[in-house]
Structures are given as C-alpha cells and as structure tokens.
C-alpha cells in the first residue's frame, strides 16, 4: 500500500478516480458519502476497479497526516453501506505511515455494471476535480451497459454426452408441468431438440448454464475456473463447525441433497387466544430452496467463487452467494409488483423458471417475507454488501409477545412490519424510512435509538416494555438530581449515574446513557439550577 499510495502521490492532478484531504481529525460523512457516490461511478465509467480517497493529504500532496481511529474508520464503513443503493461500502480502509505520518487510503469499488450509485437518493460524479451532480448523459451511459451473462457462454469442446441423462430425463419432466398443452411434442423431442427448445443450450451447443444445471458429475472443469460447488456447513451454538458437505454439478439434482442435509425440526407455539399449541416446521420448505435456487441463478460466477449455505443448530439458515445485488433494494423487490428487468445470467434465469426451480415476476423473495410474517417469525435479513448477497432466515420467534402481537394490529402493511422487524432487530433506520414510522405513530424517539410508538405498545400489550425503552424524560432527572442534593447537600456525577442509568431508556447504551446524564447536568448549571465545585456538584444559592 506504500506503492500504491507513492503512485497516487506522482499524479499530476487530481483526476476523476482519485481526491485528497486534509481530515486531520475526522470528515464529514455526508461529504464522504457523496465523494463515494462519485467515485464509484466514474471508476464505472473508466473501467477502473477502483477509485482511491486519500485522507492526510493535502491538496498539493504534501502528507500532512490524519488522526482518524480505527473506531471512526468503522463508522466510516458502517455509514457509507447505510445510505448508498445499491447498498455497498469500502473495499477496504488500508492505514500508511509514512514521514511519521498516518494516512488513510480508502479503496472504493467501481459501481456494478448497468446500475448507478446513489448516495442518499442522489448521484453524483466529477468534472475533473470538482464533484457534482452525476450528468444525465453519464448516467445513460451507466444504465444501458450491457451486463455480460456468462451463463451463455458456449463451450466448444463439450457435447450433449457431458450431460447426465437422469438431470435431462428430470428437466423434462419439470417442463411438461410448466408446458402442460406442449406434453406430445415434448415426447416426441429428441434430447438435443428438448435442450434447444427449453433455452439451456444454442443450436445444439452446450453453454455454461447446462453444465451447471445438467452436466455430469466429472464435467465441471468444463467452466474451470468458475465453480459448481455448493457446501453445506453444519454449526453448533457457538459456531463451531460439527458437519459438512460439498456438493456439484448437476444442480437441477444435487439441489435436492443439500435440501436433504436441512435438519428441520418441529417448533411449536401456542397461538393467541387458543389452549392447543401449534405446530410448524423450522423452516418452510419453500424458504430453503428459493434461496438456495436464488443463489444459483444470481451468482456471479466469474468470480470463482462457491455458494455457502450455513446451518445454525440454534435456528438459522444463511446463504450466500457472489456478486453485487442487482435491483435497486430487497425492499424494493419485496414491495414492487413488477419483475426486475435484467439478470446476471439471463440464459441460467430462464432455464431454472423453464425447469420449476424459480420465477421472474418477482414474488420469490416477497413470498419468503410473507411466510415468515405467518408464523410470526423475524422476516428474512439481507445483506448486500462487500460484493456479496447473504440472507438470513431465522427458524423460531425471537419474542413471542412482541412479534405475534405486532403482527395482529388491524391494518398493518407488509411495509410497516418489515421496517418494524428493524426496530426489533435495532438495525439502523434511514431517514426516510424513520419519518415514515413517525407519521405513522409506529415508533418514537431519537436516531438512531428507535422504539415503539405508545399506541403500538397499547395494541400489542407492551406498555412496560415500552416503558422500560422510552425511560424516563429529562425533567424526571433533573427532580431526581435536585431531591438528591437537597437531603445530601452534595453529590458526584457517578452518584447520579447510579441512580439514573437503571432508569434511562434501554435502547441506549451505558455509553449514551452516562453522556445524557452529563448532559443533563450542565443543562441544569447553565440554567443556574446547580454548581460545580471541582468535581462535587451542589445547588445554587437561588434554588435552595
């Protein structure tokens, strides 16, 4: 990294890709945001795999140094995937000493092939080196690259004899149901027909996609150096692995012996308002394999990677797979009523739809949030970050009261509770998303220590709970504070925490809540309620 920032050094200019500051002790991270935004996008643009913001240098590249810790460096990251769509974040943050000096050189990726990247709603870009609006002609020139899809690709060396005939004899079988009135023709088809007319090869030649999906067993070096590979991974509580297996070519089979491998265990619960206990399985069946088919279709599989599916003896499925995350939002998926319009591997997408495996009208991922939502379960959990798509599913109800409950308040839209399931899992909420709840009278309290609104606590039972987070107010305190000195005469900061941290809202942390208590303090001394003596505070004169 000390080459690589020696050569950001040598440049004449600053130039589209690449931007120096100063940030002696920190930056703004909406500035940081919108400098990400145009970066990523004009390394797009320029094919570049990465732009370069370098922090502790100035202007004219003299390194003057920064003092930025590791923990903002964190928040740096943490910000920047909360608010850019598609949701990315940094590479990486590489940290370089260099004439006694820190400086931070912060490697931003370049913007997905066909997709613009948006901080906070907005594009941005470069002329030279000035950052503005993304220009439109820019942004077309984003929007209509074509996505290359490898799964078309034809391997000249493979012939029909690569693929297994049992995966051919099942994928028919699959395409009668899907083509239920073609049934006679498709009997009459001969196997090189079959696979020309269900779109998984080209005139006879056989393509990337049917090796995946149909190729023998010792045929996956025909995609070398792509892979096939599935692996399973069985984890304990405290995640140590106890089984694994890896699975192959071809998918449209093998995909039934990971399901296999699911351990999926009877839960029970018993329903409000009944005596008998129900009984549902872990995970719905159709869960496992629409993630499991979605990551196939969605992998980018030149990045040579595999796709992973971790299974949690405590109750939770992962999956994951490569490759950025194509539309807009998984919220935006789950809430659409149309389809996506482009895909990774076009040809692989509509073989698995011609084979039963998926859909493409868009309600796979909107049917998994729904599934979980009718058993009360905490909904499906999406990261989409680093370059990778990783969901969680969750197989047993995390709070029974709060979950079941909140789903039975009348009128509660698919919208509310999946951003409600975010206030229960204490992820961060933008600022759109926050307003929302509030106009709804669904949360209350300040970014980013959300909680349940008064009139959800009411309609779900919760009021203690919501009292317990809401906490009590400052004016509560300052009584407190003022009632301690008037029969003590005198009191230290850490009395007073004594006494108020049991007491503040449990959303915020020992932290947050010794800085409201500080707060609060000089609050009251500002007012002329009370004094500080060295570190003893006493009340004013006036107010006794």
Not at 17 to 37: M, P, R
């Given at each position: ?60 590249r003299t390194i003057y140094g920064t003092k930025i810790n590791d923990k903002t460096v964190n928040e740096f990251k ?199 206990p129900q009984e549902v399985d872990q995970y719905d069946p159709y869960l496992i394999r629409e993630a499991l088919h ?174 317990k987070q809401r906490g009590i107010d400052n004016e509560y305190c300052k009584k407190i504070i003022i009632e301690y ?60």
């Amino acid at each position: 990294m000390k080459k690589q920032l020696d050569k950001l050094l040598s440049l004449d200019t600053e130039n589209e890709v690449v931007e120096f500051k100063k940030a002696e002790f920190n930056y703004n991270k909406d500035k940081l945001g919108q400098y990400f935004s145009a970066l990523s996008n004009e390394a797009n643009l320029k094919d570049q795999d990465s732009a370069w913001m370098v922090l502790g240098v100035l202007d004219d590249r003299t390194i003057y140094g920064t003092k930025i810790n590791d923990k903002t460096v964190n928040e740096f990251k943490k910000e920047i995937a909360n608010h850019t769509s598609p949701r990315m974040t940094f590479k990486d943050i590489h940290r370089v000493t260099t004439d006694n000096c820190d400086v931070l050189l912060l490697e931003i990726p370049k913007g997905p092939i066909g997709q613009v990247v948006s901080w906070k709603g907005h594009a941005w870009g470069r002329d030279g080196e000035s950052l503005v609006g993304l220009h439109d002609q820019e942004r077309d020139q984003i929007i209509n690259q074509i996505i290359p899809d490898w799964s078309a690709e034809v391997i000249e060396s493979a012939t029909i004899d690569d693929l297994a005939s049992e995966a051919i004899l099942k994928a028919r079988q699959e395409f009668k149901k899907k083509n239920p009135k073609l049934i006679d023709q498709i009997n009459q088809w001969e196997d090189a027909t079959f696979l020309n007319k269900s779109k998984i090869t080209i005139d006879g030649q056989i393509t990337n996609a049917a090796i995946l999906l149909l190729g023998k067993l010792e045929s996956e070096h025909f995609i070398n150096p792509a892979s096939s590979k599935i692996s399973w991974i069985l984890k304990d509580a405290n995640g140590l692995t106890k089984d694994y297996a890896h699975f192959t070519c071809p998918l449209l089979l093998t995909v039934d012996d990971v399901f296999s491998k699911v351990r999926n265990l009877k839960y029970r619960y018993i329903p409000h308002g009944s005596l008998f206990p129900q009984e549902v399985d872990q995970y719905d069946p159709y869960l496992i394999r629409e993630a499991l088919h979605n990551c196939i279709a969605h992998q980018d599989y030149t990045k040579n990677g595999k796709i992973n599916f971790v299974e949690k003896e405590d109750g939770e499925l992962i999956f994951s797979n490569l490759g950025e995350f194509i539309p807009k939002s998984v919220e935006h998926v789950v809430m659409s009523d149309t389809p996506e319009e482009r895909y990774r591997n076009t040809m692989l997408a509509n073989a698995m739809v011609s084979y039963g495996m998926i859909d493409t009208v868009g309600s796979g991922i909107k049917r998994m949030f729904l599934i979980q939502k009718s058993k009360f379960f905490p909904l499906p959990e999406y990261d989409t970050t680093e370059g990778r798509v990783q969901v969680n599913i969750v197989g047993r109800i995390l709070d029974m009261n709060y979950a079941k409950k909140l789903a039975e308040i009348p009128d509660l839209s698919l919208k509310d509770i999946i951003l409600l399931d975010k206030v229960a899992k204490k992820k961060l909420l933008t600022i759109e998303e926050a307003n929302y709840l509030k106009e709804n009278k669904l949360i209350e309290g300040r970014r980013p220590n959300y909680h349940i609104s008064s009139e959800v606590a009411l309609a779900i039972g919760e009021q203690g709970k919501y009292m317990k987070q809401r906490g009590i107010d400052n004016e509560y305190c300052k009584k407190i504070i003022i009632e301690y000195l008037n029969r003590f005469g005198e009191g230290q900061r850490s009395s007073f925490e004594q006494i108020l941290l049991p007491k503040l809202p449990e959303v915020l942390n020992r932290d947050q809540k010794k800085t409201k208590i500080k707060n609060i303090l000089q609050t009251m001394r500002k007012d002329g309620v009370i004094t500080l003596e060295g570190r003893t505070w006493k009340l004013s004169k006036s107010s006794k």
